[in-house]
Nanobody
Framework: QVQLVESGGGLVQPGGSLRLSCVAS????????MGWYRQAPGKERELVAVISSGGNTNYADSVKGRFTISNDNAKNTVDLQMNSLKPEDTAVYYC???????????????WGQGAQVTVSS
């Protein structure tokens, strides 16, 4: 059983910063990528940032230069440092891990429960 648990959401004023953290636990053989997605009310879930086990990163254009993703392979964690936050960053942020639990099975996606981030004055 694999669990992804997020922490660090909350309310922040425009221009402020927040840091999201996620830890994957359970029976994990290997992790290909970990990342963050977000979903605002009335909108589809979208990629925010993703990082591979080798450290390669990919960001949505809307967050480049403001958000930084990092990971710790030994601890199965991924963090998202969010700076210069804007009201349009308001959403539920979901942690994602693309991993496999056994050699019998292929890689599949696992999701956290979501963390609310609200940017408002």
């Amino acid at each position: 059983q694999v669990q992804l648990v997020e922490s660090g959401g909350g309310l922040v004023q425009p221009g402020g910063s927040l840091r999201l953290s996620c830890v994957a636990s359970g029976t994990i053989l290997s992790i290909n990528t970990m990342g963050w997605y977000r979903q605002a009310p009335g909108k589809e879930r979208e990629l925010v940032a993703v990082i591979s086990s080798g450290g390669n990163t990919n960001y949505a254009d809307s967050v480049k230069g403001r958000f930084t993703i990092s990971n710790d392979n030994a601890k199965n964690t991924v963090d998202l440092q969010m700076n210069s936050l804007k009201p349009e960053d308001t959403a539920v942020y979901y942690c994602n891990a693309h991993l496999r639990v056994h050699t019998y099975f292929g890689y599949r996606d696992y999701w956290g429960q979501g963390a609310q981030v609200t940017v408002s004055s």
